[in-house]
Structures are given as structure tokens and as C-alpha cells.
């Protein structure tokens, strides 16, 4: 299979590692690391969305952080536009910080609740240095929360007094007000109902259409992950396992925790869903603190052999825009 | 399946705030027998957790009461006894153990595990420490975790997630009850975790011949273990039926659409989700009218002048809607996702291929 040519990637991330300390005593000595992301190595192109899933703890918001240098790697690099950003100084990120915006989980915990609606927007809209009068900033205001499907109405009110799902729309506003260029969304569904959580998953395909975004798109539910990504990495205690067309997951995915992962996935097709074999994975997914040597996921691989437990393996292309982290996958 | 062990009517119960009465359990009637496993479904706030809390009598009082209703355990009204008789507190994790939603605040954090599974086997196997000891190993084994006499000396926060809610298991099938009441069990757990902890909790009910009670907003975790599904809206039940018939006949278009909002890893990306427009109405001051018609998009007159439809069962089967329209629909296979002309579900009712 021939690869695809593509255009330059909007963002490079190569070889990122964030470790946080672990401290003790008076001098706060450390005495050892948490591998929170642990050497993982993606780009995103221009309109695309990479989807990145993976258990709790796995490093997945911090990889977003560290993506838009909300968080500074402690190793690699961070290629955007061209330009590495990964070591550069708060005055210097400054330019970047508009066109890079973070979306969270909780859309409470992230707005001030004592601000209303439209002091959060306009403070947002302010930031743009691109518009200046309150007249133009007040506009602004409306047209965002258009944009996102809130009635402008509703600029007076406070986050207390929106459902969820308004909540979320106000964060996804707020982060839009800049015209930023790469979103990251870390979980920006997982609070939401069913029910609501379709039509914000709607909402964030419409506007990428409409604004030409970008997003890095942060989740553990790899059906939301799915439907949402073009491409998709599958996180692992720190480590990209497999990278995979959102297509071809389904049939394709090699790796055995990405499997595993597919098997357990709950659906509502019942007949299948009656018949299916599931994969239970034996054991707990290990601290980032104490990894076990080789391969990440040798202690709960059924296909571990010496050489997992001793030599992590590399990510390699195996065709198609598809790569896999396995010792027992051929190339 | 055996006898009718568990039947509640017309049970209500309301939070009384000073924002006034809020509905939280609206005339709801259920029921168990032996052997069975059903699942109630909904979303946030429906009332789901009350409904089980009210069974046991432990709705936080006040601002909560139950209203009204019936619950027959074994034959005897619960409700004619006070929370806090003997009666009641035989039944609590003696005949119905529940398995609370948030496992971290309902192991007591200043205690070991071995402690409280002690404690727990002593009242009701009437077994002396040592023994009762010896029993918790066993317990902790029986939920697959591993060095058992060294977990008995953890403290809860010392256990992973998924092994706090296996403790919890352990709990509730070491009390022997008649039914467990598993209160969204794996919800705070990551996919392999869930399904690791749903296999092992169905495998110890049915090896026991228990009932079991699985609550949960998510109807896929459910689908594969479940004989029965009560759908939850605004406090009432709104869908009742065999686990088949919901999941590939649903007649109610909240579940219709619950199910059509789901993303399935097996279909095609490129179709757009169906949400239900809007959210879930306050329970306080509700319309007499269906609590759903603002979301739906079958309303049609009969549904804005009546008042909110009952339960009635289609035809002879066990499947129960509160709605006034029949829609015969289907979402089984390819019929996911289309909408017809006028932007509504396709209502083709194709079996399944
Ligand atoms: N500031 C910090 N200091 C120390 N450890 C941290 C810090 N932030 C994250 N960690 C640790 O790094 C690891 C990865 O955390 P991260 O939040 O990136 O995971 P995640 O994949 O987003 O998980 P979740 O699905 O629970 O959000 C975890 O073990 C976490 O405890
Ligand atoms: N102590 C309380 N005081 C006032 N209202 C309450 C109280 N406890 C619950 N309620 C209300 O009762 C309704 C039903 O709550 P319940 O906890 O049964 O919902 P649920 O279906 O279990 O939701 P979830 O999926 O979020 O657990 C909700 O609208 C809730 O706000
Ligand atoms: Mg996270
Ligand atoms: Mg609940």
C-alpha cells in the first residue's frame, strides 16, 4: 500500500516526555518520577482531527497540555507551524497562545461562576487583539454564542443556571473567541448525557467545517473517539501503542490492547452484543511511578514473551498511515 | 425463573425543598423474581438511585419521603414498617444489599478492608473474628483479588478503583441477600476495568441464584447481561420490556433516541449522530402533560392536550410504553441514522440482518 502524500503537519510532536517529581522532606528532595508521557511521537495536519484514547492516568491531558505549551515538556520537541515552541518562554509564547486553545471535561469547573455569560465571552473576545470597540466586542459576543447554538439571550445569565450541555457550549465559545487554529479537547463530552453529548459531538464537527479547526481530541470512550477523529493514537502508560485510521479500527487494530480495548467496548447492537467474545484483560494497569521494564503491557499481554519483558519496542509503520508499538506484530 | 420476589406499585417519592416539591420517583411500579437480572436506564436526575434508595427506606429524610406506593419483598409491604425498625434493618444487606455508585464514599476510609468485610460477616453470618476473618480472605478471593490476606490489611484509598468496587461486591454477595442492587457499578472505572468487574459481578449473582438490580446510563454496558430494561425519564418509567425487545423494538421515542445519540464503532462515521433536541425537564412544577414532549419530534396534538400518557402494554407481549402514539418503529441495523423527509427517524420497521 502506497503512503499518501501529505501536506506539511500543523503540529510535530517528537519524542515528548513530561516527568513530574515525586518530593519528600524539608528540602524536597526527589526522590523519583512519575513517566506521565514517556517518548511519543504524532503529528496533526492542517483540518484534521487526531483522536487520542487510553485509560485513566494513561497521559493523555498531559500530552494535550504539553501539545499547547500549557505545560512545559521535560524532553522533546514541539514543532508548530514549522517553529519549535517546546523550550520557548512565556513572552515569547505569547503570539501562540490565541491560535492554541484547550477545551476541558468540566465545563463548571473551568468558568468562573460569579462572572455572567458575557463578561466570560468578552473577556475572551478582549484578549483578540484584532477588535477594539465595545460595540464590535459586544457583537462579537453574539455572533459566538450563535455559532455554538446558544440563544444570545442567555448572556445574562450565570454558569450555575445552564444545564451541562449550555455549559459546555459557553467553554466551547470561549475558547473560539480568538479564532484559534488547534483546539484540544480533553474529554470535552464525558460529563454530558447521551442524550446531550450527541449534539455537542455534532456541534464540534460543525464548526471544524465551518471555521477550518484543528483538533487534538482527548477521550477514554473510543466510540465518542471514533466517530470524532480522523486518525487515532491509543495511549498506554505514557506510550503511543498504535496509531489508526478511525476506519479501519474497527477490522485493523493490531496491537493487543487496542483489541482488548475493542472488546470491551460496550454497544447496543444487540445480536452482537449477545454473541461477542470479550477479552478480559487480567491485572491493573501499572504506575507510571514503578514501569514495568520492556514493553509497558507485557504483565497483562497474553502474547508476552522475553523479549516484551526486556526491550520496549519502537513505533513502526506497518502501511497505510498505520503504525503499531508491538514486538509480535510483522512488519 | 422462579417466583415474583420483589413487586413495587405507584411508588412515590419527592424531595421537599424550598424551591418546592421535586418529583424525584413519580408513581413507579416494578418487579423481580428470582433469578432475574433487570436494569434500570436513564439519564442524570431521572430518578434512578431514589427509586432503589426508597426500596431500602434509606432516602435521606428530610428533605425526602417517600409519598405513597407499595413494596412487596417476599410477599410483606416494606412500607408498612419504619425505616428504622428491625424489619428494615433485617432487610437491609440480609435480603436486599445494594452496591452504591461511588465506591470510595461507602467504604468507610479510617478502616482496613479486612475490618469492614469483618464487621460486615460477623452481623450477619454470626461467626465469631477469627473465622469471620478467614471468611473475608475467601470473599476477597472470590472477586479475584490478588494476595488477599495482604489486602485485608489496606485501607481503601491503598486500592485501586476497580478493587474498591470488587471489595464492594464482595461485601453485598458475602450478606447472602436475596437481591443486589448495583448502583452504577463501573461507571467511575475505565473500559477493561468495567468489563472485568460486570463479568465477575454477574458470574458470582447467577452462581448464587441471586436477583440482581443494574443501574447505569449507559444502555450498551447493560445489553449483554440483562433478561429485563425499565428506561427511567423525569422519574417515571417511560419503556418497559425484555432486553431484545428494547434494544432492537424500542416504541418509545426517548429511548429511540438514546439509542440513536449512542456513536457505534461499527458504522460508518460520516453519519451525523441524532441527538434529542434540548434537556431533561425540572422536577419541580412539571407538566401534567408528557414530560417528554418538549424533546419529541412525534408529538402530535393528542400528545399537547392529554395529560401524561400510562404505562399500557403493546398487545400481548411483556413490553410496556407511556406514550400516546404507537410508533412501530424499528433502529435495528441500517436504519440507524436516516431521517426522512420531514427530518424525523426513519420509522421503517426492517428486521434485522
Ligand atoms: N502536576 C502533576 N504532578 C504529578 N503527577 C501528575 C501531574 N499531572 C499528572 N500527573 C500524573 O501523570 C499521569 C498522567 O496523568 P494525565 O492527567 O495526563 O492522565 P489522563 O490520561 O489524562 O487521565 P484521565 O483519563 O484520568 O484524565 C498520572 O499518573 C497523573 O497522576
Ligand atoms: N437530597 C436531595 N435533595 C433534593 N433533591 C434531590 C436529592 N437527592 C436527589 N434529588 C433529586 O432527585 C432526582 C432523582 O435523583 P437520582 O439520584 O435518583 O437520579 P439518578 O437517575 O440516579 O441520576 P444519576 O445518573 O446522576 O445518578 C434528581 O432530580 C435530584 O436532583
Ligand atoms: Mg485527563
Ligand atoms: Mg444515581
Not at chain 2, 418487579?31 to 427506606?57: M, N, P, R, W, Y
Amino acid at each position: 500500500m502506497a503512503e499518501t502524500v501529505r501536506e506539511n503537519p500543523l503540529l510535530k510532536v517528537e519524542q515528548l516526555k513530561m516527568y513530574f517529581p515525586l518530593t519528600k522532606g524539608l528540602l524536597s528532595k526527589t526522590y523519583s518520577w512519575v513517566k506521565a508521557v514517556d517518548g511519543i511521537s504524532f503529528e496533526i495536519y492542517p483540518n484534521e482531527t487526531f483522536g487520542l484514547v487510553g485509560e485513566s492516568g494513561c497521559g493523555k491531558s498531559t500530552t494535550g497540555k504539553c501539545a499547547i505549551r500549557v505545560l512545559q515538556p521535560t524532553e522533546g520537541r514541539v514543532v508548530y507551524k514549522g517553529r519549535d515552541i517546546a523550550g520557548l518562554s512565556k513572552s515569547m509564547l505569547k503570539p501562540y497562545r490565541r491560535e492554541l486553545q484547550l477545551i476541558f471535561q468540566d465545563p463548571y469547573g473551568s468558568l468562573n461562576p460569579r462572572q455572567s455569560v458575557f463578561s466570560i465571552l468578552k473577556e475572551a473576545v478582549v484578549l483578540d487583539r484584532e477588535r477594539h470597540t465595545a460595540v464590535e466586542a459586544n457583537e462579537r459576543v453574539d455572533e459566538l454564542l450563535t455559532l455554538v447554538g446558544l440563544d444570545p439571550d442567555m448572556k445574562s445569565r450565570y454558569p450555575h443556571e445552564m444545564s451541562g450541555g449550555q455549559r459546555q457550549r459557553l467553554g466551547i465559545a470561549r475558547a473560539l473567541a480568538c479564532n484559534p487554529k488547534l483546539v484540544v479537547c480533553d474529554e470535552p463530552v464525558s460529563a454530558l448525557d447521551v442524550s446531550i453529548q450527541a449534539q455537542i459531538v455534532n456541534l464540534f464537527r460543525e464548526l471544524q467545517a465551518k471555521l477550518g479547526l484543528t483538533y487534538l481530541f482527548i477521550a477514554h470512550d473510543l466510540a465518542v473517539v471514533r466517530h470524532m477523529a480522523d486518525r487515532i493514537a491509543i495511549m498506554y502508560l505514557g506510550k503511543i501503542v498504535e496509531v489508526i485510521d478511525s476506519d479501519h479500527i474497527f477490522r485493523e487494530a493490531l496491537h493487543p490492547y487496542t483489541v482488548a480495548l475493542l472488546s470491551a467496548l460496550p454497544t447496543t447492537d444487540y445480536y452482537q452484543e449477545r454473541k461477542r467474545s470479550r477479552i478480559i484483560l487480567e491485572g491493573e494497569v501499572p504506575s507510571p511511578v514503578n514501569k514495568p521494564a520492556g514493553c509497558a503491557f507485557h504483565p497483562r499481554c497474553k502474547y508476552a514473551t522475553e523479549t516484551c519483558r526486556q526491550v520496549s519496542p519502537g513505533l513502526r509503520n506497518v502501511g497505510r498511515n498505520h503504525c503499531v508499538a508491538c514486538h509480535n506484530v510483522a512488519v | 425463573m422462579g417466583e415474583r420476589i420483589l413487586e413495587v406499585r405507584n411508588l412515590c417519592t419527592s424531595f421537599f425543598t424550598h424551591e418546592g416539591e421535586v418529583k424525584a420517583v413519580n408513581d413507579v411500579s416494578f418487579h423481580i423474581d428470582e433469578q432475574e437480572i433487570v436494569a434500570f436506564v436513564g439519564e442524570s436526575g431521572c430518578g434512578k438511585t431514589v427509586t432503589q434508595l426508597s426500596l431500602l427506606q434509606i432516602v435521606p429524610a428530610p428533605p425526602g419521603k417517600i409519598t405513597g406506593g407499595e413494596v412487596f419483598f417476599k410477599g410483606r409491604d416494606l412500607l408498612q414498617h419504619k425505616p428504622n425498625s428491625p424489619e428494615m434493618r433485617s432487610v437491609r444487606g440480609a435480603g436486599i444489599a445494594m452496591i452504591f455508585q461511588e465506591p470510595m464514599t461507602s467504604l468507610n476510609p479510617v478502616f482496613t478492608v479486612g475490618h469492614q468485610l469483618t464487621d460486615i460477616i460477623m452481623l450477619h453470618r454470626k461467626v465469631g473474628h477469627k473465622e469471620a476473618w478467614e471468611m473475608g480472605i475467601e470473599a476477597l478471593r472470590s472477586v479475584e483479588i490478588p494476595e488477599p490476606e495482604v489486602r485485608m490489611r489496606n485501607y481503601p484509598f491503598e486500592l485501586s478503583g476497580g478493587m474498591r468496587q470488587r471489595v464492594m461486591i464482595a461485601m453485598a454477595v458475602y450478606c447472602n441477600p436475596d437481591i443486589i442492587i448495583a448502583d452504577e457499578p463501573t461507571t467511575a472505572l475505565d473500559v477493561t476495568t468495567q468489563a472485568q468487574v460486570l463479568e465477575l459481578l454477574v458470574s458470582l449473582v447467577k452462581q448464587h441464584r441471586k436477583s440482581l438490580i443494574i443501574v447505569t446510563h449507559n444502555l450498551g454496558v447493560v445489553t449483554r447481561y440483562v433478561d429485563r430494561i425499565y428506561v427511567m425519564y423525569a422519574g417515571r418509567i417511560i419503556e418497559s420490556g425484555s432486553t431484545e425487545e428494547i434494544m432492537t423494538k424500542p416504541r418509545h421515542p426517548y429511548t429511540i433516541g438514546l439509542l440513536n445519540s449512542v456513536p457505534k464503532i461499527e458504522k460508518e462515521r460520516s453519519e451525523k449522530l441524532i441527538p434529542i433536541k434540548g434537556a431533561p425537564p425540572w422536577l419541580i412544577d412539571m407538566d401534567p402533560r408528557c414530560t417528554f414532549l418538549p424533546r419529541c419530534s412525534y408529538a402530535c396534538e393528542v400528545c399537547e392536550t392529554k395529560e401524561f400518557p400510562k404505562l399500557r402494554r403493546l398487545g400481548e407481549s411483556d413490553h410496556f410504553i407511556a406514550c400516546h402514539r404507537d410508533i412501530a418503529g424499528s433502529i435495528t441495523g441500517s436504519t440507524t441514522g436516516r431521517l426522512d423527509s420531514a427530518g424525523r427517524h426513519d420509522l421503517g420497521g426492517e428486521a434485522h440482518g
